[in-house]
């Protein structure tokens, strides 16, 4: 008769090998994001403002290429760039729960990797027209298949890509770099023939709370 609990033995190790080796490959990568974030700010052209938290990241908070970007690990766990005005589009990795607003209508895109990955796509006319034939939304496909990337989301307030990479939190440096340009250019897309919000002016300080660091 087989022996159960020697057999599971090096099953249970096997186990508790591979938990070991996640904690020790994330707390790795949140040191080596802790290290690099300074540099990544400069390499971008924006600000790397310390963490609340003792052992936190920080944001990077700034203009790149005409855009603000807010990059926050700590909190939101999310890249955010902010648009310029406020445009009719809903895309999201996520079914919507409610209709349309009011100057967006509902479409689905001729690709069908584009399809499959956003459960919600709604713009008005003139923006559905202008992102089907987008070379900057196609360009995102290998970040919406990223495994690590839990949500995505481009709404009238901006885009956010909200990452999960364990606890403790972090993004790595090399997605940063990135994540942020790909970001930026469909930014340009959406929102380049809007006005200017009335509130974009000069920097503000950095928000106590990164849930409004849309509005920073």
């Known amino acids: 008769m087989a022996d159960w609990t020697s057999a599971g033995l090096p099953v249970g190790l096997f186990i508790l090998g591979t938990t070991v080796f996640g904690v020790l490959r994330r707390k790795s990568g949140h040191a080596q994001a802790r290290k690099s974030y300074p540099s990544v700010a400069r390499e971008l052209g924006i600000e790397h403002r310390p963490s609340r938290y003792r052992e936190g990241l920080g944001t990077l908070v700034g203009d790149f290429e005409g855009r603000r970007v807010v990059v926050d690990p700590d909190d939101q766990r999310a890249i955010l760039v902010r648009f310029r005005g406020e445009p009719e589009i809903e895309l999201t990795t996520y079914e919507a729960r409610v209709p349309p607003r009011l100057g967006q209508r509902d479409f689905r895109f001729d690709d069908r990797q584009l399809r499959a990955r956003l459960k919600t796509s709604r713009a008005s006319s003139l923006l559905e027209a202008r992102l089907r034939h987008s070379e900057a939304l196609a360009a995102l496909l290998p970040l919406l298949d990223h495994r690590q990337l839990s949500s995505f989301a481009v709404t009238a307030s901006g885009i956010v890509a909200r990452f999960d990479y364990g606890s403790p939190p972090y993004i790595p440096a ?11 250019r469909l930014a340009a897309v959406v929102d380049g023939d809007l006005a ?3 509130d974009d002016g000069p920097e503000r300080p950095a928000p106590s709370s990164s849930s409004d660091a849309l509005d920073a």
């Not at 090399?174 to 930026?184: G, K, W």
């Open 174 to 184: 090399p997605v940063v770099r990135e994540t942020v340009p790909l970001l930026v």
């Open 196 to 198: 200017p919000r009335e």
